[in-house]
């Protein structure tokens, strides 16, 4: 329970218990004052009532009930008649006060144990004695009642709080101390007071451990001679004012609001319970695309270092395509000036197979006639430096066109070499293979149509070098059958039999010559075409390989960059996965240690305080009188308690009768 929670009741009682009530108009109030004489070791041996009834209603006559003996006016005149416990007072409209002896038993009991140097000791017996004394008042609560607190029947009592003191002299005394309450040294005398609430703690339901209420008041001293004056006890009811019993009313509100903060903390832990959830969640995958981004960083770094290779190719494939455009223009007029040079061939060596057939025929017909003529050598040698003149413009023909198609051949041969390599290289990989997939099929189309053109180039010149070789050996062969037409006709006629055997097929071949020079003429155009638009490819290629390669390696920068700031924003992701879960497990512990913690001793120990201290209230009002009082009037009762003196012997027995032959004058003072 909260000390300060009983600090407050206790403040609360000791305030009351000194300060008198304001009561509300009856027809008369009734205030009581209950002087009970006690033995050195607190035994009651005389108790006298002195009653104050206020006339309120300035009666004439009052009614009131007692049960006192021997009552009489102890202030004024007026006179009253008693029947039973029903006393009839000739008020005249004033107060009317009186006293009587009571022999009931007080609702408080004390008992006086006295103690020298540790060892209990009766009052006769510690008397005159030296040493450190010890007095115990030990107060009981007699007057037990049965109630109700929060459906539990439990057990209370009537809340008496009692204040005692008393003087002692400095004389024969040091070192003097009370239990709860306070000490006043004069120099000469001083004065101790202290408070007990016996019962109380009982009726509040705490545990001594948690706070202890005293039940008991100790004065200790070093004593010479040890006597003591008497001791005064002030005994009364009253706990709490009723504006402080009405701040209780205001725990309503703060039990509704204590479980609406029960409500929201709970509301609070559970969303504290799924944002470390979230965050443990987003630690857990901030890894894993760390992990992947990891994987795209290597995968671009190759790419980036893979890519250097596959720009020179590129680059190489521009400069043999411009190197292959150039062979291909001089290719193309190569074949132009021999398509010139062959288009009069076919009517030339037509015209020379008919005229080798006249010379055969003649040959023939000379033979036939046995007859030689000079004109028929005149002829044939025409015949033969004509051959000559041909056999050499064919074969200058033949030798530019071979020159031209070799270095053709070899440049497209480099090139199909150098776009095999560049296609392997964009190949390298599944990643690059799928983004050049295009360039890679123009490539394979390109590489074709050259292999092509080449498979062309070398059909015709194989069928050029065939001819070439069979019009050599046809002319050589007919200059040996002239040089030796002198030694006879029959071997010219042979020789001119396979001279003109042979222009037959040069006649024959010559023919076919110009469709093969359309079709080399045709694929030299398209050759020299698509050239041109490999080369202008392959610099658009070359520079968008150059920009690309500027991407990637800015991709590469780039990725290793978000890498980095991947990897810190994956570290704050676990710092925030860590502060989190702490800071779910504090508010958990926040909650059960401290929010549940509170509500539960506000609604379960508070609570039941609370109404305790309400039930101590009524009790409190219902303990309105010693004697006897009447339905309806509003009465009020305290309780002074006088214990003897410690006396030695001889002064005792003379203490004892004088006190009680004051009391009577002390209450009639007091009053």
Not at 10 to 18: A, D, K, N, P
Not at 289 to 303: K, L, R, W, Y
Not at 308 to 315: E, H, P, V, Y
Request: glycine share 8%; aromatic share 4%.
């Amino acid at each position: 329970m909260n000390n300060k929670v009983i600090s407050k009741i206790v403040s609360g009682t000791l305030l009351c218990s000194m300060v008198g009530y304001t009561l509300p108009v009856f027809a008369y109030t009734k205030d009581e004052t209950v002087y009970s004489k006690l033995d050195a070791s607190g035994n009651n041996y005389k108790t006298i009532v002195s009653t104050h009834i206020e006339n309120t209603e300035n009666e004439e006559l009052i009614k009131d009930l007692s049960d006192l003996l021997n009552v009489k006016n102890t202030s004024g005149d007026e006179t009253f008649t008693q029947d039973g416990s029903t006393f009839t007072w000739n008020a005249n409209k004033n107060d009317i006060y009186y006293q009587g002896e009571s022999q009931k038993d007080l609702p408080i009991e004390c008992k006086v144990k006295y103690e020298l140097d540790g060892k209990e000791l009766s009052a006769n017996e510690i008397a005159g004695k030296s040493g450190k004394v010890k007095i115990t008042l030990q107060y009981t609560n007699k007057e037990e009642r049965s109630v109700t607190v929060n459906g539990k029947k439990v057990k209370m009592y009537v809340p008496f709080v009692v204040v005692a003191g008393t003087i002692v002299k400095n004389e024969n005394n040091q070192n003097i101390t009370i239990s709860n309450g306070k000490v006043i040294n004069d120099g000469t005398k001083t004065t101790v007071i202290g408070m007990a609430m016996p019962g109380l703690q009982e009726s509040l339901g705490v545990s001594a451990n948690e706070v202890e209420i005293p039940s008991n008041i100790e004065i200790t001293m070093d004593a010479t001679d040890f006597e003591t004056n008497g001791i005064f006890s002030y005994v009364t009811p009253k706990v709490l004012e009723e504006e402080d019993i009405n701040a209780f009313d205001k725990l309503d509100e703060i039990y509704a609001q204590l479980n609406t903060l029960q409500s929201s903390m709970n509301q609070i832990q559970e969303g504290a319970n799924t944002l470390k959830d979230g965050a443990k969640t987003y630690s857990e995958k901030s890894q894993e695309f760390n992990n992947a981004m990891n994987q795209v960083s290597e995968g671009v770094s190759s790419v980036n270092s893979n890519y250097s290779q596959i720009d020179t190719g590129i680059t190489t494939i521009n400069q043999g395509s411009t190197s292959l455009k150039n062979g291909a223009e001089q290719l193309n007029a190569g074949i132009g000036e021999l398509s010139s040079q062959l288009t009069s061939m076919p009517d030339s060596i037509e015209a020379l197979y008919a005229g080798s057939t006249q010379v055969l025929n003649g040959l023939n017909d000379t033979q036939a006639n046995g007859k030689t003529t000079p004109g028929l050598v005149t002829g044939v040698n025409t015949i033969v430096e004509s051959l000559q003149t041909s056999n050499e413009g064919l074969n200058k023909a033949l030798e530019n066109l071979s020159a031209t198609s070799q270095g053709t051949i070899k440049a497209l041969t480099a090139n199909n070499k150098t776009l095999k390599a560049v296609q392997q290289a964009l190949g390298a990989t599944e990643e690059s293979k799928a983004a050049n997939k295009t360039m890679i099929e123009n490539l394979e189309k390109q590489i074709k149509a050259n292999e092509e053109i080449i498979a062309k180039y070398n059909q015709y010149k194989e069928g050029a070098d065939t001819q070439k070789q069979e019009l050599a050996k046809k002319v050589s062969s007919s200059k040996e059958s002239l040089t030796t037409v002198t030694k006879g006709m029959t071997t010219l006629r042979n020789a001119m039999t396979q001279v003109n055997a042979g222009l037959g097929q040069l006649n024959t071949a010559s023919k076919k010559l110009p469709d093969a020079l359309n079709q080399l003429s045709a694929g030299s155009k398209s050759l020299v075409s698509g050239t041109k638009t490999l080369s202008a490819g392959a610099n658009k290629l070359s520079k968008g390989s150059t920009a690309l390669k500027s991407g990637i390696q800015t991709l590469d920068t780039s990725t290793q960059q978000l890498t980095t700031a991947n990897g810190q924003l994956t570290e704050g992701a676990k710092t925030l996965s860590d502060g989190a879960t702490t800071l779910a497990e504090g508010i958990q512990t926040f909650n059960e240690q401290g929010i549940k913690k509170i509500c539960n001793y506000i609604n379960g120990d508070l609570r039941d305080v609370a109404e305790r201290t309400e039930k101590l209230t009524e009790l409190s009002k219902e303990y309105n009188n010693f004697t006897m009082l009447n339905d309806g009037n509003e009465g009020e009762v305290k309780f002074i308690m006088i214990i003897d003196a410690v006396k030695k012997q001889e002064e005792s027995e003379q203490g004892k009768e004088d006190a009680v032959l004051n009391t009577s004058v002390e209450v009639k003072e007091n009053d």
